[in-house]
């Protein structure tokens, strides 16, 4: 078992910058992967980013490339989604998620992510 938990989240107006942060605790393993989703009100929960643990590969939303990068931090189990020009429509509750055996073909898809932290807030507003 798997436990994530997310912070960094909160209010920002359009066009600043956000970071976000997700630390793993229990059992992991070598493939495993992490990353963000995403939920608006009224929405079905998106893929925003993923990374692998190990190798660095990263993976992103064609509506967030450009302006979000992830990070990880190996030693302390963590990652990190950099948001910038954030957007109004950037609004939601962001998921970390975690994926015992990552396979890149499916990063975007839910069930692809065995584990899920309880998600942080991040409002982009004027």
């Known amino acids: 078992q798997v436990q994530l938990v997310e912070s960094g989240g909160g209010l920002v107006q359009p066009g600043g910058s956000l970071r976000l942060s997700c630390a793993a605790s229990?059992?992991?393993?070598?493939?495993?992967?992490m990353g963000w989703f995403r939920q608006a009100p009224g929405k079905e929960r998106e893929f925003v980013a993923v990374?692998?643990?190990?190798?660095?590969?990263?993976f992103y939303a064609d509506s967030v490339k450009g302006r979000f990068t992830m990070s990880r931090d190996n030693a302390k189990m963590t990652v990190y989604l950099q948001m910038s020009s954030l957007k109004p429509e950037d609004t939601a509750v962001y998921y970390c998620?975690?994926?015992?055996?990552?396979?890149?073909?499916?990063?975007?898809?839910?069930?692809?992510?065995?584990?899920w932290g309880q998600g942080t807030q991040v409002t982009v507003s004027s």
């Open positions: 998620a975690g994926a015992i055996n990552f396979i890149g073909a499916y990063a975007a898809k839910t069930y692809e992510y065995d584990d």
């Open positions: 229990g059992r992991t393993s070598s493939g495993y992967a």
């Open positions: 990374i692998t643990m190990i190798g660095g590969r990263t």
